[in-house]
């Protein structure tokens, strides 16, 4: 299945969340930090102002590593590859 996100939205793959310290000892569900980081699969095609009716370009693009809040962002059907969508607004930062 394809997914295209449409306005101003992101469709981020999520890192994996580590299970294990990194001396090995595994680590709780209760423990383990969501993680805050992942790579731009798709974007929309950027938000049209409704007075001006100007569309505004997206200011992130596919590949790119981001950085989001752990709580922000909406799961997908396909929550199974670890897909998120975004607002634009929600990425916080570009990693290089």
């Given at each position: 299945m394809r997914i295209r996100p449409?306005?101003?939205?992101?469709?981020?793959?999520?890192?994996?969340?580590?299970?294990?310290?990194e001396?090995?000892?595994?680590?709780?569900?209760?423990?383990?930090?969501?993680?805050?980081?992942g790579t731009v699969v798709a974007i929309?095609?950027?938000?049209?102002?409704?007075?001006?009716?100007v569309r505004s370009p997206m200011s992130v693009s596919v590949g790119e590593r981001v950085m989001f809040h752990r709580l922000?962002?909406?799961h997908t059907v396909l929550d199974d590859d670890g897909l998120r969508?975004?607002?634009?607004?929600?990425?916080l930062a570009v990693l290089a």
């Open positions: 449409l306005s101003n939205r992101v469709l981020v793959r999520v890192d994996e969340q580590k299970t294990e310290t001396g090995g000892i595994a680590l709780p569900d209760t423990a383990q930090e969501k993680p805050e980081t929309g095609p950027g938000f049209i102002h409704p007075k001006t009716g922000s962002g909406r969508i975004f607002d634009e607004s929600e990425i």
